[in-house]
């Protein structure tokens, strides 16, 4: 499936146009990213659904090597977004003499269907947008302080225990955290399962450390 996309370089005024191929089975791009969402759970148990425009560069190989978020939703909705379109480099074929600092941008489309989202409100997916933010803001805390646990002073670790409980960040959770780095790497994406491992480990937990030390070396 052929892709023209129509690129505007950064140092001219006028757009032009490129075509690059995507190459994986016999699915556009649409297709490859819908078929390897793990849709996050913030975003699915909020019913938040929308566009994340994601920007990147390929080189002559048709690998990406600069990626980044163009337009985001500003929940976990964009991290997936940005895995998916790592997940396409090598996936790409470009025309001889492609201009390798082109900037492509292409949508990923997060809709749920049959999650009683249906009639949700702009107002509150954008609440819900909004505590995501908060949670996330706990959630960076408790990730330095456990990278940092060394420097701790005594008692300290009680304050992060009551935020992680606050956050429901159990070893349910933690353990669905792995089971989604599992599927991943079963996409081959070692890089996304990683973080996700890593992030089980900056939550003070040991659940993952077997996956890290087979995977993630």
């Known amino acids: 499936m052929k892709v023209l996309i129509t690129i505007c370089f950064i140092f001219v005024s006028a757009c032009v146009s490129a075509q690059v191929q995507f190459q994986a089975g016999k699915g556009s791009i649409a297709d490859f990213l819908k078929q390897n969402t793990i849709y996050p759970s913030f975003s699915k148990a909020n019913c938040i659904q929308g566009t994340v425009k994601v ?14 978020i163009t337009k985001g939703i500003l929940t976990d909705l964009d991290d997936e977004a940005l895995r998916l379109v790592r997940l396409s480099s090598g996936k790409w074929q470009v025309p001889s003499g492609y201009d390798t600092t082109t900037v492509v941008v292409i949508p990923v489309n997060f809709r749920l269907e049959g999650y009683q989202c249906e009639g949700r409100s702009t107002s509150a ?29 005594p008692g300290q670790e009680a304050q992060f225990i ?5 956050l429901g960040i159990d070893d349910e959770y ?3 955290m792995i089971e989604t780095g599992l599927k991943k790497i079963k996409q081959g994406d070692n890089q996304g399962a990683c973080e996700d491992f890593s992030f089980v480990r900056n939550m ?4 993952a450390d077997a996956y890290l030390s087979k995977y993630c070396k």
């Open 55 to 68: 920007s990147f560069k390929l080189n002559e190989q048709g690998k990406i090597y600069f990626s980044k």
């Open 204 to 207: 003070g937990s040991t659940l």
């Open 162 to 166: 009551a935020i992680k409980k606050q």
């Open 125 to 153: 997916m954008e609440a819900a947008i909004r505590v995501y933010q908060s949670e996330e803001a706990l959630t960076n805390s408790v990730i330095n302080f456990y990278k940092n646990i060394d420097q701790a002073k």
């Open 174 to 176: 933690l353990n669905s």
